[in-house]
Structures are given as structure tokens and as C-alpha cells.
T-cell receptor, first 115, second 113 residues
Framework: GAVVSQHPSWVICKSGTSVKIECRSL??????MFWYRQFPKQSLMLMAT?????????EQGVEKDKFLINHASLTLSTLTVTSAHPEDSSFYIC???????????FGPGTRLTVT | SQKIEQNSEALNIQEGKTATLTCNYT??????LQWYRQDPGRGPVFLLL?????KEKRKERLKVTFDTTLKQSLFHITASQPADSATYLC????????????FGPGTRLSVLP
């Protein structure tokens, strides 16, 4: 149980285009989903927290207009990187948490490369 | 600011020995801590959660302790195997509602055959 999927697992896009990453909880209802990014050999940095049906809460320094997050259902959240630039290249990971539970379950991550 | 530190960036041990990883927190008191395993290019995998009122938690060859006096959690892997080689992340709740976590930088464990 507690499986989280992400799609795509990797994506290459050109500078200036937008990329959407999907995060799904497959066997539980995720009342809260989190989006992280991770640079090589560094730890996870929380970008935003989203509760189903509510607007996402962004961490300080994360541009909400650049990283659009939608958590429209209890099993799906999406992160759209708009007008991507090479500095947005990173490993993006989502996690999900079921209501009333404390554990976060992570997706396998999405490697984004912007050329 | 609230911070999680993991003392060793890397730890090498011999197969069969017990690996002990350390996690210290500063400037807050997390209600609970979680330990994760992360392999290169993959998302973290949840291992154990321990609450502040629990001193110790076990799961198979894994053991976690939580010492609120020392502001520290220890993570032990007994009878370590080469397959245990990975990066281990400690995470503590950032607020009193248990919503968000602060992650430590991780310790890269290598179990040598």
C-alpha cells in the first residue's frame, strides 16, 4: 500500500516552454500533497504544500506564478513549470499524506532538463 | 531557523556490523521524526516514524531512538548488508500541526562486503 506515482519520470524541454508533472496517490486518498526539488547531492527542499481543493501554500522564495500547483482531487496533484529556464533543471519529487496520518509517501521523482 | 543536521555526510561500515546514523535538531521541538531511505535518482522511501513521547521504535533490523533532552535521534541498522547502502534522510515536523517537514542533508551509507 501507500504508493505514489509521478509522470513523467524524465522530461527534456526547450527554454521558454512549460512542463506539467503529475503526482498520483494510487491506493489512498491524499488530503495533502507536497512538492520538493532536489539538486545533486543535496537534500530535499520543500517548494509548496497543497491541500485538496485549496490553493497551494508556497515556501519563501518560490515563485507561485512560475510553479503552478493544482490539487483538484484526493488522488492527483500537478506541478506546472511555466516558461522554464535552464536553472529550473532539477529533480522534482512529490509526496502525499493521508488525512489523519503523519507519514509522507514519496513518488519516484521527475528529472527535468531545460535546454 | 528550524534546522535538522545529520552529522556524517558519509559513513562506511563492514557488512554484518551495526550502522548508527545521527540526526540533531535545533531551534524547534518536532512532535515526531521520520527516517527515509533514498537511492540515487529515486524518491525517498519511508522507513520509520517516531513520536516525541516514544523513546524507541523498531522494525525488523531497524531501530530509531528519540532523545528530547539531547535533541537527537539515532537510527540503527543491525547486521548491515551491502543492499543497505543508500542515503538516509532524517525529517522533523516544522510546526505543531505536523504539516510540513524539515529534511536533513542525509547520510550516505556504504556497507562494504
Amino acid at each position: 500500500g501507500a504508493v505514489v506515482s509521478q509522470h513523467p519520470s524524465w522530461v527534456i524541454c526547450k527554454s521558454g516552454t512549460s512542463v506539467k508533472i503529475e503526482c498520483r496517490s494510487l491506493d489512498f486518498q491524499a488530503t495533502t500533497m507536497f512538492w520538493y526539488r532536489q539538486f545533486p547531492k543535496q537534500s530535499l527542499m520543500l517548494m509548496a504544500t497543497s491541500n485538496e481543493g485549496s490553493k497551494a501554500t508556497y515556501e519563501q522564495g518560490v515563485e507561485k506564478d512560475k510553479f503552478l500547483i493544482n490539487h483538484a482531487s484526493l488522488t492527483l496533484s500537478t506541478l506546472t513549470v511555466t516558461s522554464a529556464h535552464p536553472e529550473d533543471s532539477s529533480f522534482y519529487i512529490c509526496s502525499a499524506r493521508e488525512g489523519g496520518h503523519y507519514e509522507q509517501y514519496f513518488g519516484p521523482g521527475t528529472r527535468l532538463t531545460v535546454t | 531557523s528550524q534546522k535538522i543536521e545529520q552529522n556524517s555526510e558519509a559513513l562506511n561500515i563492514q557488512e554484518g556490523k551495526t550502522a548508527t546514523l545521527t540526526c540533531n535538531y535545533t531551534n524547534y521541538s518536532p512532535a515526531y521524526l521520520q527516517w527515509y531511505r533514498q537511492d540515487p535518482g529515486r524518491g525517498p522511501v519511508f522507513l520509520l516514524l517516531i513520536r516525541e513521547n516514544e523513546k524507541e521504535k523498531r522494525k525488523e533490523r531497524l531501530k530509531v531512538t528519540f532523545d528530547t533532552t539531547l535533541k537527537q535521534s539515532l537510527f540503527h541498522i543491525t547486521a548491515s548488508q551491502p543492499a543497505d547502502s543508500a542515503t538516509y534522510l532524517c525529517a522533523g515536523t516544522r510546526d505543531n500541526y505536523g504539516q510540513n517537514f524539515v529534511f536533513g542533508p542525509g547520510t550516505r551509507l556504504s556497507v562494504l562486503p
